[in-house]
């Protein structure tokens, strides 16, 4: 598997399914995203022929919502929905979850 650059403002598109992605917040570094277990290829660039999604994963990417890693050092907006999950280098991202505002009582 090979990892790539990324940046804030980068886009991604799966391989296996219809799944876009836009990052929002990445440290400098080397990555790897995939959906599905297959890593996502540029926004421009042609999908690999005969890629197919893990069995294993039923997941689903959700359009507007963001992804997260476990820490939220990484930031991943979800431009198009479809189906399988998205991960960081292996490790699952979870959807990015609202922050609760302090009362004004």
Not at 40 to 67: H, N, Q
Not at 79 to 98: C, E, I, R, W
């Amino acid at each position: 598997m090979s990892k790539v650059a990324l940046k804030a403002g980068a886009r991604l598109k799966s391989a296996v399914s219809d799944v876009q992605v836009m990052a929002i917040k990445i440290p400098a570094g080397e990555y790897e995203i995939t959906c599905g277990g297959v890593p996502m290829v540029g926004a421009s660039d042609e999908a690999p022929a005969g890629a197919s999604m893990d069995a294993g994963d039923s997941g689903e990417t959700l359009m507007g919502k963001r992804y997260v890693d476990e820490g939220e050092t990484v930031e991943f907006l979800c431009t198009k929905a479809g189906a399988g999950s998205l991960a960081l280098d292996g490790k699952p991202l979870d959807v990015k979850q609202a922050k609760q505002l302090p009362s004004s009582d």
